[in-house]
């Protein structure tokens, strides 16, 4: 899925391309997840394939902090003109296609945020007991 999501980045949306993501999809076990920051950007390409997939898919869009994901940028020394981004774009930039995107997205969709899934990874590993039990929704420890 990288090597697609660089091609089409590098050279555009093509019927190649778009033939290797039906290849792609047919080579994954179910269930699967996808995973790209590249998708920010290339999301749209993949929604043919997607929809002859006979699939419902959900979109998971993980939300975080702006200042936190700028500062991920910087200290991988990730700049566009100066600013936090990456392939020409800056953080801002990036944060408003990946809205962009998840609002044209025609299946599923739901909003994780970063910080409460760190949070509630952080609770299962102190708790034992949620460890034991099978995760936060059956431990009466966590009250959301």
Known sequence: MRE???DILATGFTSSIEAAQRAYFESLER???LKDPRLVETLSHWISAIHELNETPTLVMIM???AAVAQSYIDRGELVDGQP???GRTVPELLELAAK???QWPFRK??????KLVEAA???KRERRMRQD???WLSSAFDP
């Open 122 to 124: 952080l609770i299962v």
């Open 64 to 66: 975080r902090d702006p």
């Open 31 to 33: 269930p699967f997840a």
């Open 4 to 6: 697609l999501n660089s």
């Open 101 to 103: 995107q998840y609002d």
């Open 85 to 87: 981004g990456t392939r």
């Open 134 to 136: 099978g995760g936060l």
């Open 110 to 115: 739901t909003i994780l945020h970063y910080e």
